[in-house]
Nanobody
Framework: QVQLVESGGGLVQAGGSLTLSCAAS????????TGWFRQASGAEREFVAA????????YYHDSVKGRFTISRDNGKNTVYLQMNSLKPEDTAVYYC??????????????????WGQGTQVIVSS
């Protein structure tokens, strides 16, 4: 089992920045692809970004490209999501997830095996 705990959410004005953290414990985390997803009220969970186990490959949803950056520190068992130029439409609960697959950066939440409890991000206009 891998336990994931997100932190760093909060209330921010449009144009502001937040950095989310996802701390892992349990089974080996450093060899797992990790993704960030978000779910707005009444909406489906959607892909935000993913990063390979080494950090050498990343992939982003078009809506966050150029504004969000995913990174990881395997020595600290932590994955980060730096969010800049936030917009009201970024408001959602943000989840990190780990995938036991070690090759494909999947954008489907169904492919991820471990999930955190989520952290709320609210962007005011």
């Amino acid at each position: 089992q891998v336990q994931l705990v997100e932190s760093g959410g909060g209330l921010v004005q449009a144009g502001g920045s937040l950095t989310l953290s996802c701390a892992a414990s349990g089974r080996t985390f450093s060899n797992k692809i990790t993704g960030w997803f978000r779910q707005a009220s009444g909406a489906e969970r959607e892909f935000v970004a993913a990063i390979s186990w080494s950090g050498g490959r990343t992939y982003y949803h078009d809506s966050v490209k150029g504004r969000f950056t995913i990174s990881r520190d395997n020595g600290k068992n932590t994955v980060y999501l730096q969010m800049n130029s936030l917009k009201p439409e970024d408001t959602a609960v943000y989840y990190c997830a780990a995938d036991t697959n070690t090759v494909i950066l999947s954008t489907s939440w169904r492919d991820y095996d471990y999930w955190g409890q989520g952290t709320q991000v609210i962007v005011s206009s």
